[in-house]
């Protein structure tokens, strides 16, 4: 089964009093592109989730978010004791024997907060019993967004297989004018020997008449054509990750209907060969999004 490159999944867990929220992000990539976009994931712990990613999702332009919401009334900040005594102690002995010695405590205590270090930000560093907590909710949410992989390849399935069916079915509406346009192409050249009152020698002209229609023959073209259908369906239902290899089947499905158009010879033909170009461009696009 298909599955897109695009896609979304989210998971959640506690650590202690606080939420963390993970998201994970996908679109069409040529490589697996990981980015994480947070830095609650310890430095020695990356390459191992990288890694993760890289074997569960393939390939891919992937972003990981983590968030985290705070628990009502938790601080975010915290005081650092050890600096609050050193300006205490240096301040203290700074206004000893001074008209500032008998300065409120109040008014001393907001001096001491607003001075560098002494307010500090919790710190964000994991014990190793919540890293394993946090990398559960990203395997959970590397689950999730696998899941919406699929389901969106379904979707593609559906679509890429209906244009094949589409360009398949319209190699039949070519074949209606092959006949007329052989009749066509000999009435010309009759037409333009008796315009020129050339006495032509008729087995010449009977070689040429062949040539002319070999060289005009599409019947290669038609088997090619199918051929290569068939060995999109084929790769797409049997193929792991059939995406690159579907782009590569498209490149030689256009070959051939470009082949077609150049000796269509035949306004109606060439119509045709227009509406498989139609369908085939849109495989295209879409093959680009198949993993």
């Not at 992000?25 to 890289?54: H, M, Q, W």
């Not at 919540?130 to 696998?146: F, G, K, N, P, S």
């Not at 032509?200 to 290569?228: C, P, S, T």
Request: charged content about 35%; glycine content about 4%; hydrophobic content about 35%.
């Amino acid at each position: 089964m298909l599955k897109s490159m695009t896609g979304y999944g989210k998971a959640e867990c506690l650590l202690g009093p606080d939420k963390y929220l993970i998201e994970i992000r996908s679109v069409n990539g040529k490589n697996a592109d990981i980015n994480f976009k947070t830095s609650l994931i310890p430095r020695d712990r990356e390459v191992e989730v990288r890694k993760y990613i890289a074997d569960r999702l393939g390939r891919g332009s992937i972003d990981l978010f983590i968030t985290v919401e705070r628990a009502e009334g938790a601080a975010t900040k915290q005081i650092s004791r050890p600096a609050l005594l050193a300006y205490y102690t240096q301040l203290e002995k700074a206004v000893e024997g001074t008209e500032l010695a008998c300065c409120e405590p109040d008014t001393l205590l907001s001096a001491l907060m607003r001075l560098p270090d002494v307010l500090e930000t919790r710190s964000t560093e994991l014990e190793p019993d919540q890293w394993e907590t946090l990398y559960a909710a990203i395997r959970r949410a590397v689950d999730a967004l696998d899941s919406f992989r699929q389901r969106e390849g379904a979707s593609l399935y559906n679509d890429v297989m209906a244009q094949v069916d589409k360009i398949e079915s319209y190699i039949p509406e070519v074949e209606r004018y092959e006949r007329e346009r052989i009749a066509a192409i000999r009435e010309r050249i009759d037409a333009r020997a008796k315009e020129l009152t050339l006495q032509m020698d008729a087995n010449r002209l009977e070689q040429e008449m062949i040539f002319w229609l070999e060289k005009l023959d599409i019947n290669e073209e038609k088997v090619r054509l199918r051929q290569h259908c068939r060995y999109f369906r084929e790769t797409a239902d049997n193929d792991p990750l059939p995406g690159r290899k579907l782009g590569f089947i498209a490149q030689e499905m256009g070959r051939e209907i470009n082949t077609l158009g150049s000796k269509a010879n035949h306004a109606e033909i060439q119509k045709w060969v227009v509406r498989m170009k139609d369908e085939l461009e849109k495989i295209k696009e879409q093959s680009l999004n198949i993993l």
